[in-house]
């Protein structure tokens, strides 16, 4: 049987009800984002952890290891359902491996139901392969961008690919990142004299025009011809380069054998100094010991690949980090604002 309650009991229980029935309220929760993650393979651990620095983040828990045979076998540590998530990898030195390493990272993400996958490789591994120059060659490059969206890979951020086109390789938005900020920023403070920016070779033109014209610095160009695979014929020099000190420019340094010949005929041609950089140094077999025999004062590089120890302890090579970069350009697509304002 229903009862009916008075005025004062009906004050009485709606003042109980406010002071000892509502839920305390609950403690501010921390700013970290926890739907914001990035993990990383073996490939590079210490940019990973610098860009988780500039980010204010913790690196995501992944075990990355190997069976005795040699199989790669991943396994992610913590909670991603929901999450936008960043696998930070470049395919460098051995390229297999550290492919592989990303490809399981990215299913297993992706198995394990995050939001979104977005692939930084900070150095493309097969990118020189990027066309059938031979009859039956593969197109090596096109099916790795292939197998890396067939693996669940939402969106890729790649630093400087060795052919802008390559982009078109990939049926997944991605987003091209320069290192030359860095490498800009750099020279203008070194402040040298008479300075003329090369490009090695007549494909990396446009990326040397950029540089001269953020250097406010003359142009040269050097023809060669390359006889078989790293191996380059140096033909000669197109522009004045005597009496003044050059820069050679290029997206990456492999054997060193085009820089040093490069380097031999822009000094016979007049030049005072020769200095060099690049976004990537691959430095694979006698690279570092033709770059300390040669007349090259220094070698700029990133970090988007880890140095060897020789590499490491050679006076003429000095490396300059990207995490700042790669960091903001994580944080604008995760915030879904412009990566391209980061090159203005």
Do not use: W
Not at 98 to 108: S, T
């Amino acid at each position: 049987m229903a009862t009916l309650a008075t005025a004062t009991e009906k004050t009485e229980k709606k003042a109980h009800v406010t002071t000892d029935e509502k839920p305390e309220r609950k403690p501010q929760r921390s700013r970290v984002d926890d739907k914001f993650k990035i993990f990383c393979g073996t490939a590079n651990t210490s940019l990973t952890d610098e860009v988780c620095a500039f980010l204010g983040l913790t690196r995501g828990q992944a075990l990355v290891t190997r069976f005795s045979d040699g199989e790669a076998y991943v396994q992610i540590q913590e909670n991603v359902r929901g999450a936008d998530v960043f696998v930070l990898q470049p395919t460098c030195r051995p390229v297999d491996e550290h492919l592989m390493e990303l490809l399981l990272m990215i299913d297993a993400l992706k198995r394990a139901s995050a939001r979104r996958i977005t692939a930084v490789i900070p150095y493309y591994g097969y990118a020189r392969q990027d066309r059938k120059d031979k009859p039956r060659a593969p197109i090596s490059s096109k099916l790795v961008a292939d197998v890396l969206t067939t693996a669940g890979a939402d969106r890729a951020l790649i630093v400087d690919l060795h052919a802008p086109q390559l982009q078109g390789f990939f049926n997944i938005p991605v987003d091209h990142l320069f290192a030359s900020p860095v490498l800009v920023d750099y020279f203008r403070r070194l402040a040298l004299p008479d300075l003329t920016v090369v490009s090695p070779d007549a494909g990396g033109v446009e990326r040397a025009r950029f540089f001269a014209k953020k250097m406010d610095a003359a142009l040269a160009i050097v023809d060669k011809r390359r006889v078989e695979m790293n191996v380059a014929e140096v033909m000669h020099v197109i522009g004045d380069v005597n009496g003044r000190t050059c820069l050679v420019i290029d997206d990456l340094i492999d054997t060193a054998g085009t820089l040093v010949k490069t380097a031999g005929a822009l000094m016979e041609n007049g030049a005072k100094a020769v200095y060099a950089c690049a976004s990537h140094a691959v430095l694979s077999g006698k690279a570092v010991s033709n770059i300390a025999g040669s007349c090259i004062t220094e070698v700029v590089v990133t970090n988007t690949i880890p140095l060897s120890e020789d590499a490491r302890k050679e006076p003429k090579i000095k490396v300059l980090t990207i995490a700042g970069l790669i960091g903001r350009a994580i944080q604008s697509i995760h915030e879904e604002t412009s990566v391209s304002k980061l090159f203005l």
